[in-house]
């Protein structure tokens, strides 16, 4: 089956704001965000899941998605509870705010 790509920024090209992103992409999530210029800029918010344990082929886990995250301006706001099988913690969800949004919300807070 053939499957239609496109960018991210192409997706929101004629868009003015995106109050929130949900990713649920099976661990294409630094391809996706990585790729991005300016559909990020107007994007106030990101949710997705982070792994800690690889589980999909050529996923990123948290230590890049965050590294990541950080170089496009957007902090980590919060993580779910972590889902757990037995001993390991596989994945969370993590949600991502803009760092001029976090800084207007929290101006005293620490970096």
């Known amino acids: 089956m053939e499957v239609r790509k496109i960018s991210y920024d192409e997706l929101v090209a004629d868009e003015e704001e995106v109050s929130i992103l949900k990713l649920d992409i099976q661990g294409a999530e630094m391809g996706v965000l990585g790729s991005s210029r300016e559909g990020l800029g107007k994007t106030k918010s990101i949710l997705m899941e982070v792994t800690f344990t690889s ?10 998605l965050h ?13 779910s509870p972590p889902y757990h099988r037995g001993a390991r913690i596989p994945y969370a969800d993590a ?15 620490e970096a």
Not at 72 to 77: E, R
Not at 95 to 109: A, G, K, M, S, T
């Open 55 to 64: 589980h999909y082929e050529s996923d990123a886990g948290f230590p890049e």
């Open 67 to 79: 590294q990541l995250m950080a170089s496009k301006g957007v902090g980590l706001y919060r993580l």
């Open 95 to 109: 949600l991502y705010i803009r760092e001029d949004i976090l800084h207007d919300l929290f101006p005293d807070r």
